[in-house]
T-cell receptor
């Protein structure tokens, strides 16, 4: 079945550091790929998405490119802020009735 | 408006109680979802409604009973829960049900079963 693998956390960075959170997936066909963010005590917010190979999703300084050849969708940000501290979930969605398949999540802590 | 609202924000209930969680969206979305999220885990899908009909039930115990009274509302009726059911319950909606439709999540209801 479909699956998503994320790098293990927690990840701790200093403010203004470069962020990469790795995400790879296993799926047949052409899934859509998503990054969701969950701030403490809140629900999930869609951060960005890509629906086909080579698409780049971007939002709030975060970017991720759909790489079909490496089945990856790594999340990057050039300069993180303390307010970026949260849990980040990579997810995929397939055709038909397949629900969102989530990775285990990566907790990011940014220190001033 | 991309908001999904959920009430209550917090709920404490005993194992013999009956309570309901409510979810509402006014984005014209035709698919709505219930998820359960335990601490430090990703959300787990419980139910999917598509065009007000239950389309997916992920083998959820019968003590959880979903209801979709109309296209904007989704309820989750709770009865005879167990302490292990304590979790964050998230509602989500999407324009339709399929790979290209992102889901919008509500803030969740934090449920504690005593």
């Amino acid at each position: 079945g479909d699956s998503v693998t994320q790098m293990e956390g927690p990840v701790t960075l200093s403010e203004e550091a470069f962020l990469t959170i790795n995400c790879t997936y296993t799926a047949t066909g052409y899934p859509s790929l998503f990054w969701y963010v969950q701030y403490p005590g809140e629900g999930l917010q869609l951060l960005l998405k890509a629906t086909k190979a080579d698409d780049k999703g971007s939002n709030k300084g975060f970017e991720a490119t759909y790489r079909k050849e490496t089945t990856s969708f790594h999340l990057e940000k050039g300069s993180v802020q303390v307010s970026d501290s949260a849990v980040y979930f990579c997810a995929l969605s397939h055709s038909g009735n397949t629900p969102l398949v989530f990775g285990k999540g990566t907790r990011l802590s940014v220190i001033a | 408006d991309t908001e999904v609202t959920q009430t209550p924000k917090h709920l404490v209930m005993g194992m013999t109680n009956k309570k309901s969680l409510k979810c509402e969206q006014h984005m014209g979305h035709r698919a709505m979802y219930w998820y359960k999220q335990k601490a430090k885990k990703p959300p787990e899908l419980m139910f999917v409604y598509s065009y007000e009909k239950l389309s997916i039930n992920e083998s959820v115990p019968s003590r959880f009973s979903p209801e979709c009274p109309n296209s904007s509302l989704l309820n989750l009726h709770l009865h005879a829960l167990q302490p292990e059911d304590s979790a964050l319950y998230l509602c989500a909606s999407s324009q339709d049900h399929g790979r290209n439709y992102e889901q919008y999540f509500g803030p969740g209801t934090r449920l504690t079963v005593t």
